[in-house]
Nanobody, 122 residues
Framework: QVQLVESGGGLVQTGDSLRLSCAMS????????AAWFRQAPGKEREFVAI????????SYADSVKGRFTISRDDAKSTVYLQMNSLKYEDTAVYYC???????????????WGQGTQVTVSA
């Protein structure tokens, strides 16, 4: 069975950094695009970042551009999200996703992690 297991979330202060990790098992990770989404309480799930399967081409939501970096290590079947200069507005449950479609729309993704909470305090 395909599993995506996330780690790295937690409680941090404004301006701090976190690195989220998401490891995939059960499929050839290198064949899939990967992405990060987030969802705050009472909000819709929001696209954060995406990275392609072939050349690791990345794209970001405007709200995180310049602060977050998505990367991947196919040998470890892992996608990362480096989050710098964190703001209160970044507080959300963060989900990783993998699949054959390169899209910012959440419904196009086949596999999802369980989510990890990121809380940014003032």
């Amino acid at each position: 069975q395909v599993q995506l297991v996330e780690s790295g979330g937690g409680l941090v202060q404004t301006g701090d950094s976190l690195r989220l990790s998401c490891a995939m098992s059960g499929r050839a990770f290198g064949s899939y695009h990967a992405a990060w989404f987030r969802q705050a309480p009472g909000k819709e799930r929001e696209f954060v970042a995406i990275i392609s399967s072939r050349y690791a081409s990345a794209s970001y939501a405007d709200s995180v551009k310049g602060r977050f970096t998505i990367s991947r290590d196919d040998a470890k079947s892992t996608v990362y999200l480096q989050m710098n200069s964190l703001k209160y507005e970044d507080t959300a449950v963060y989900y990783c996703a993998a699949g054959p479609s390169y899209s910012s729309q959440s419904y196009t993704w086949d596999y999802w992690g369980q989510g990890t909470q990121v809380t940014v305090s003032a």
